[in-house]
T-cell receptor
Framework: GENVEQHPSTLSVQEGDSAVIKCTYS??????FPWYKQELGKRPQLIID?????GEKKDQRIAVTLNKTAKHFSLHITETQPEDSAVYFC??????????????FGQGTTLQVKP | NAGVTQTPKFQVLKTGQSMTLQCAQD?????MYWYRQDPGMGLRLIYY???????DKGEVPNGYNVSRLNKREFSLRLESAAPSQTSVYFC????????????FGPGTRLTVT
């Protein structure tokens, strides 16, 4: 069935370093790839997304890259700050998502930024 | 706008009890979703409603039922709660037109003993 694998499950970096989280997806029909950030005890919130007709998208310190051929996409955070500490989820749309909006989520990455 | 709201915030049930989790959105969104979140498992889709009047199963529907009461409200019912249903439950919605973005509610933390 449709599947999204996310790695690593935990990531610890020093403040100011970069962090990279990678996801692979199985459904070749997937065409929308969002990233959500979830702070402890809070709801997931969208931080960046990319559609399949674009290879890279940036928003200040965060960027997402997509390789459709290899079916993987990555989140890059530069100049990390302690407030970037959270759980990050990737997701991919599924066949028929244009009508249903269904997303398949990865397992999550706990990012810790050490001051 | 309150966005997506959920009640209750916390609930403790005994095995076999039933309850309904409520979700409402005031953004005039067409599609609504129920997820459960367990440690190390990400967000798994239980049921969804692509539009008012329709509901469909997601990845993990067993033990749950849903009702799309109107365009604003989408409830999730546990008929006979089991310890395996201990989880955090999130409701989400999206416009259902050109946007895929989902907006999440604050969650309900459910414990079944």
């Amino acid at each position: 069935g449709e599947n999204v694998e996310q790695h690593p499950s935990t990531l610890s970096v020093q403040e100011g370093d970069s962090a990279v989280i990678k996801c692979t997806y199985s459904d070749s029909a997937s065409n929308y790839f969002p990233w959500y950030k979830q702070e402890l005890g809070k709801r997931p919130q969208l931080i960046i997304d990319i559609r399949s007709n674009v290879g890279e998208k940036k928003d200040q310190r965060i960027a997402v890259t997509l390789n459709k051929t290899a079916k993987h996409f990555s989140l890059h955070i530069t100049e990390t700050q302690p407030e970037d500490s959270a759980v990050y989820f990737c997701a991919a749309s599924t066949s028929g998502s244009s009508n249903t909006g269904k997303l398949i989520f990865g397992q999550g990455t706990t990012l810790q930024v050490k001051p | 706008n309150a966005g997506v709201t959920q009640t209750p915030k916390f609930q403790v049930l005994k095995t076999g009890q039933s309850m309904t989790l409520q979700c409402a959105q005031d953004m005039n969104h067409n599609s609504m979703y129920w997820y459960r979140q367990d440690p190390g498992m990400g967000l798994r889709l239980i049921y969804y409603s692509a539009s008012e009047g329709t509901t469909d199963k997601g990845e993990v529907p067993n033990g749950y039922n849903v009702s799309r009461l109107n365009k604003r409200e989408f409830s999730l019912r546990l008929e006979s709660a089991a310890p395996s249903q201990t989880s955090v439950y999130f409701c989400a919605s999206r416009t259902g037109t050109s946007s895929y973005e989902q907006y999440f509610g604050p969650g309900t933390r459910l414990t079944v003993t």
